[in-house]
C-alpha cells in the first residue's frame, strides 16, 4: 500500500475518533428527540459540542479531496516521496485542527487549515503535472 492510502486510511480512523469526540461533548446537552428524530430543523450544538461538530463536517469535506488526490496518485503510480510527505503534512493538519477548532485557536485554527488544504492541492497538482 502507497503511503498515500496508508494515510488515507489514518484519516478515516481520525473521522472516526472525531465523531466519537463530538458525541461524547453533546452527551447530555442535546435534546435526545432531536438526536434520534429526522432533523429537519436544525438544532443547536452548544459550545465545544458545536465547534466539534463544525469541525468534523470540515474533515469529511476535506476527506473527500484528500482521498481523490491519495487514489489517483496511487492508480497512477505517480506516488513519491514527496506525495508521501504531503499526505502526512495533511493528516498533521487534520488532527492538530481538531483542538484547535475546539478550543477557538484564532487565528491558527485558519492557518492549520490552509496547511491542509495546500498539501492536497499540491498533491492534486503532482498528479496532474
Not at 33 to 47: C, E, L, N, V
Request: charged residues 10%; aromatic residues 10%; glycine residues 10%.
Amino acid at each position: 500500500m502507497t503511503t498515500e492510502l496508508t494515510v488515507l486510511t489514518l484519516a478515516a480512523l481520525l473521522w472516526v475518533v472525531q465523531f466519537t469526540a463530538y458525541l461524547a461533548a453533546g452527551h447530555g446537552k442535546i435534546d435526545l428527540g432531536h438526536a434520534i428524530g429526522p432533523r429537519d430543523t436544525p438544532f443547536d450544538k452548544p459550545g465545544v459540542c458545536g465547534r466539534l461538530h463544525r469541525a468534523l463536517s470540515n474533515h469529511t469535506e476535506g476527506l473527500v479531496l484528500f482521498g481523490i488526490a491519495a487514489l489517483v496518485l496511487t492508480v497512477s503510480g505517480q506516488s513519491s516521496g514527496f506525495t508521501a510527505a504531503c499526505s502526512w503534512i495533511y493528516l498533521i493538519a487534520r488532527i492538530l485542527y481538531v483542538p484547535a477548532y475546539a478550543f477557538g485557536w484564532t487565528p491558527w485554527r485558519t492557518v492549520i487549515w490552509i496547511v491542509g488544504l495546500l498539501a492536497t492541492t499540491v498533491m492534486l497538482l503532482a498528479a496532474v503535472l
